[in-house]
T-cell receptor, first 110, second 115 residues
């Protein structure tokens, strides 16, 4: 079983839609849960992170972690064409190593 | 702009050849990470250096090696290249070693094509 599983999509939505992106993980020792955004032909950039379970909101973005089910989510409200990118979940355990999901490619159509 | 620079941006070479990818971390960052990104495997951690010393190895092939120099820049050496080595190679840097959230700042990547 892979450490992190992420549906690669692609996902195509109309502008203004609510987007839900998800990952599952297998190792309960993971502590930090991150979402990176990667625009085409660019390197990934950290979008949000959460520590342990719960929700974290930043503008139109909400990150959610459910450690009991080993499930993490990123919600994007009022999605914009500028949100079109690949979103990668990343998880960090006790060491500095990050484990990334394969990424979900999102297209927001105007 | 993350502050991490990588050269070259693109590299086209033939099977069996050797190439060197270069990374300069953000000013003040002591940690450098190398990743390989391909369509089927996603972003795979290769190796981590902290202040010149190797800290962790991931899915790095024996044909690949890396080092971090006293000025903190890093090089990833890929030898005996195969078609399957064609991928995007990213370098990331971080100010921390461990003990908390590891925010990694990624460079723009080097796109390697092996023909």
């Amino acid at each position: 079983q892979k450490e992190v599983e992420q549906d690669p999509g692609p996902l195509s939505v109309p502008e203004g839609a609510i987007v839900s992106l998800n990952c599952t993980y297998s190792n309960s020792a993971f502590q930090y849960f991150m979402w990176y955004r990667q625009y085409s032909r660019k390197g990934p950039e950290l979008l949000m992170y959460t520590y342990s379970s719960g929700n974290k909101e930043d503008g139109r973005f909400t990150a959610q972690v459910d450690k009991s089910s080993k499930y993490i989510s990123l919600f994007i409200r009022d999605s914009q064409p500028s949100d079109s990118a690949t979103y990668l979940c990343a998880i960090q355990g006790g060491s500095e190593k990050l484990v990334f999901g394969k990424g979900t490619k999102l297209t927001v159509n105007p | 702009d993350s502050g991490v620079t990588q050269t070259p941006k693109h590299l086209i070479t033939a099977t069996g050849q050797r190439v060197t990818l270069r990374c300069s971390p953000r000013s003040g960052d002591l940690s450098v990470y190398w990743y390989q990104q391909s369509l089927d495997q996603g972003l795979q951690f290769l190796i981590h250096y902290y202040n010149g010393e190797e800290r962790a190895k991931g899915n790095i092939l024996e044909r690949f090696s890396a080092q971090q120099f006293p000025d903190l820049h890093s090089e990833l050496n890929l030898s005996s290249l195969e078609l399957g080595d064609s991928a995007l190679y990213f370098c990331a840097s971080s100010p921390r070693l461990a003990g908390g959230l590891e925010t990694q700042y990624f460079g723009p990547g080097t796109r390697l094509l092996v023909l």
